[in-house]
């Protein structure tokens, strides 16, 4: 249901050359997911980087994003790479009024909710891209990670002051690609790994929340064996 990113993914965009919009089905080719159509997001190579390139944005609420690019061609190959670091604090003053504690709260009697509160969403985030191409050959690698996204409105859409989440992607492939090899055909080739990690700790209810318990152990889930108020809250680490 996520498209494959990963949990609080953020697509800087200083490496993109253009963005394509397919629209319709188009599960034969892209699968199952592509039912109402495809976005494809095309990097920059060699020549449109050419050279060293560099850059640097401040922004409110301590924001920061650095970025470097380098093309050239080395032994025959062309080499285009991007590196990106960019952060972001919160804002203090996009408050959330009222959050599924505040109907807990007025269900149980309680006064666990902290709403009003503004919105955490400080986070730190990694990207960097290398795309290598010679004759027949592209081989590319990405790589995406996230440093303590602090969860915004939190997993259960309750606020709570100690979630944190981090992540972490890489995919890379190796393509051959071959069109006058056999008359009027195309001949592509092509290995693929992925590898994606969310190492996530979510406070999905503030201390003191009260909820109902399951007989299956399980918070909210019928039948309902009981009601239990956790002092320290409810927290999950999928």
């Known amino acids: 249901y996520s498209g494959a990113r990963p949990v609080g993914f953020r697509l800087p965009v200083s490496m993109i050359s253009r963005i394509e919009v397919v629209r319709g089905p188009g599960s034969a080719l892209y699968g199952a ?26 922004a409110s609420f301590d924001g920061m994003n650095i970025w470097g690019q380098h093309g050239a061609r080395y032994n025959g190959w062309d080499v ?30 309680t006064n666990a909710s902290l709403a009003p509160g503004a919105l955490h969403t400080d986070f730190e985030g990694y990207n960097f891209v290398t795309v290598l ?85 399980n918070i909210f889930s019928s039948p309902m064996a009981g009601v239990t108020t956790f002092a320290d809250g409810i927290f999950g680490r999928p």
């Open 33 to 58: 997911d592509a039912f109402a159509g495809t976005i494809n997001i095309i990097t920059k190579d060699r020549f449109e980087v050419d050279g060293i390139h560099a850059g640097l944005c401040l």
């Open 80 to 109: 285009g790479m991007g590196m990106e670091y960019w952060r972001s604090g919160s804002d203090d003053e996009r408050v959330l009024e009222k959050d599924l504690q505040t109907k807990l709260d007025t269900v149980f009697g």
């Open 133 to 217: 191409h010679k004759k027949q050959w592209t081989v590319r690698f990405w790589g995406w990670l996230l440093d303590d996204y602090e969860g915004g409105i939190g997993g259960a859409r309750a606020l709570g002051r100690e979630t944190r989440v981090n992540s972490e992607q890489f995919l890379g492939d190796v393509t051959w690609h071959d069109d006058e090899l056999v008359d009027d055909f195309d001949l592509t080739v092509q290995m693929a790994y992925l590898y994606r990690k969310d190492d996530s700790l979510l406070q999905l209810l503030p201390p003191g929340a009260t909820v109902t318990i399951g007989t299956d152990g």
